[in-house]
């Protein structure tokens, strides 16, 4: 019973898919068109979110921003690359036994590992069983040979990655991704977590694209002014 609870705690997450029209699902769209914009010369293809530390929304801002890309067209796999505390699988409700760790360690294929969702364009791939050893898997030749096949399959990778203050997780992937966003609560994260955080992820050589401020309160007022009243 739990297990099923936790199930569709992480399904109603998924805002964009469940009520598209809704303001936040909008916010949502409006961040995925910022990505788009933001490169110019080159489409970003590989997209890394993360968080200063945790419970600051980065998990529930990366499966919303893949729900969007792929209602947009674009072939999509969503990563969970956070072998530490994996919850895309909780998210999307399904399963875990296998996943990213067994692609890298050369345990299985892609194709094999990937799960299809109910939006015709978004795949997912679990984190796997959690390893000893994410930072090393992260930075091996396994895990580029993935960045390149993935690109072959599909539009866009997006990954779900470990708090940058937490682990050096983050770090090891940022540079090795076309852009990263990083995500950051209202009333929650310090200012000098995030500051920290982004100088980490420059010295990494991460292309950072921006920041999302999550858990804002919106009030009516700025609900109308946005999108007007009749």
């Keep these: 019973m739990a297990k099923n609870n936790a199930v569709q705690l992480g399904k109603r997450k998924l805002i964009a898919k469940l009520n598209p029209k809704s303001p936040i699902s909008e916010q949502y769209r409006t961040i995925r068109t910022n990505i788009q914009f933001s490169s110019v010369d080159e489409e970003i293809r590989t997209l890394m979110i993360t ?28 990563v969970d690359a956070d072998m530490r505390k994996p919850t895309v699988h909780y998210t999307f ?3 875990n036994t296998y996943g990213l760790t067994n692609i890298l360690t050369r345990q299985i ?5 990937v799960k299809t969702t109910d939006i015709p364009t978004l795949d997912v791939l679990t984190s796997g ?5 994410p930072a090393e898997l992260l930075s091996s030749k396994g895990m580029r040979d993935f960045f ?14 470990p708090p940058v203050l937490a ?3 983050a770090q090891v992937l940022a540079n090795k991704c076309d852009g990263t966003i990083l995500v950051v609560s209202s009333g929650k994260t310090e200012i000098e977590s995030a500051q920290k955080t982004k ?9 950072v694209l921006g920041v999302v401020l999550n858990n804002k309160k919106m009030e009516k007022t700025d609900y109308y002014y946005y999108y007007g009243t009749k």
């Design 51 to 78: 968080s200063s530390g945790p419970t600051e929304g980065k998990s529930t801002t990366t499966a919303n921003l893949a729900v969007v890309f792929a209602q947009q067209g674009k072939k999509v796999l969503l």
């Design 93 to 95: 409700g399904i399963t």
């Design 109 to 113: 294929e892609l194709q094999e590992a």
């Design 129 to 133: 069983p959690i390893p000893p050893n």
């Design 148 to 161: 390149e096949l993935g690109k072959e399959h599909y539009d866009m990778l997006i990954f779900d990655t």
């Design 167 to 169: 682990v050096t997780d």
């Design 199 to 207: 100088d980490l992820l420059m010295s990494a050589k991460a292309k």
